[in-house]
């Protein structure tokens, strides 16, 4: 059984920072971890991504601001968001890759979400 759930959200003014957390648990192998964010009325967006081999990618919105981390013993990714904007406000995911023990097959999880508020 998976479960991958999301912390570290919060309410902060512009130009501060926060940083998510992701924790992932689960008996298959972990492979990428992203962060995607979804502002009210708008789709769902990519972030940042990070392979078990800790090769980054960021949206062209958020780099030079936001960093992905992941720590592959303890399943669990963090994102430095610092220079935040008012439009950095939305909720925030954790979208999981995994590959089952038993055979080549993929599937992917998603976190709760957690909320990010960034007020001007």
């Known amino acids: 059984q998976v479960q991958v759930v999301e912390s570290g959200g919060g309410l902060v003014q512009a130009g501060g920072s926060l940083r998510l957390s992701c924790v992932a648990s689960g008996s298959d192998i972990l492979n990428d971890m992203g962060w995607y964010r979804q502002a009210p009325g708008k789709q769902r967006e990519l972030v940042a991504t990070?392979?078990?081999?800790?090769?980054?990618t960021y949206a062209d919105s958020v780099k030079g601001r936001f960093t992905i981390f992941r720590d592959n013993a303890k399943n669990t990714m963090d994102l430095q968001m610092n220079s935040l904007k008012s439009e950095d406000t939305a909720v925030y995911y954790c979208k999981t890759r995994w590959a089952r023990r038993s055979g080549a097959v993929e599937y992917t999880y998603w976190g709760q979400g957690t909320q990010v508020t960034v007020s001007s």
């Open positions: 990070i392979t078990r081999s800790s090769i980054r």
